[in-house]
């Protein structure tokens, strides 16, 4: 009985997203913001004290959405960043890692309001010059203009050197 449900639940959700028509929106996104990292790291038995690190980045976003209330879609994102990260060595000595780059692919979900407004959850994955990831993310666009919006993000990447994200921008929808 709960296969039936399942995939009966399964079936009217694809017939009514299928019965919506997804209007394509596609989008660009100029954005800037802080990464903040924290760094748990492990050298043999001993715990590495975190001296903290952050850096400021500045890159763009190109996505493609669903024009319904329900929003799906997929997105890529590009940055260049110039922050480092230092690690406090059991010998004294000071580790630092620099970042400098992400590459990203997402994709997202979310509620579009009668008046353009989107709140959003999105996940994918990250690449920068110190490695690859699992990265989540939630954000709001509020409606600027016809095809204007203004966007906030929040980000986090697990792993070693854990990233937090917060950028800003600006949607141009077309």
């Known amino acids: 009985m709960r296969a039936f449900k399942t995939t009966l639940l399964a079936t009217a959700l694809v017939g009514a997203l299928a019965a919506t028509p997804a209007k394509a929106?596609?989008?660009?996104?100029?954005?800037?913001g802080m990464l903040v990292t924290d760094t748990t790291a492990d050298i043999g038995t001993q715990r590495v004290p975190d001296l903290g690190g952050d850096a400021v980045l500045a890159g763009v976003r190109a996505g493609w959405n669903s024009n319904n209330a329900f929003l799906y879609g997929v997105e890529l994102e590009a940055f260049a960043a110039d922050g480092r990260s230092r690690l406090m060595l059991n010998n004294g000595l000071t580790y630092t890692?620099?970042?400098?780059?992400?590459?990203?692919?997402?994709?997202?979900?979310?509620?579009r309001t009668p008046g353009n407004a989107i709140a959003f959850a999105r996940v994918g994955v990250l690449n920068t010059n110190v490695d690859t990831r699992v990265d989540f993310g939630v954000g709001a666009e509020i409606p600027m203009a016809t095809n204007v919006r203004f966007r906030i993000d929040l980000g986090y990447a697990p792993g070693d050197?854990?990233?937090?994200?917060l950028t800003a921008g600006v949607v141009f929808a077309f």
Do not use: L, M, S, T
């Open 25 to 32: 929106e596609f989008y660009v996104n100029p954005f800037a």
């Open 97 to 111: 890692q620099n970042y400098d780059y992400g590459v990203g692919a997402y994709g997202r979900v979310g509620w």
């Open 161 to 165: 050197i854990e990233f937090y994200r």
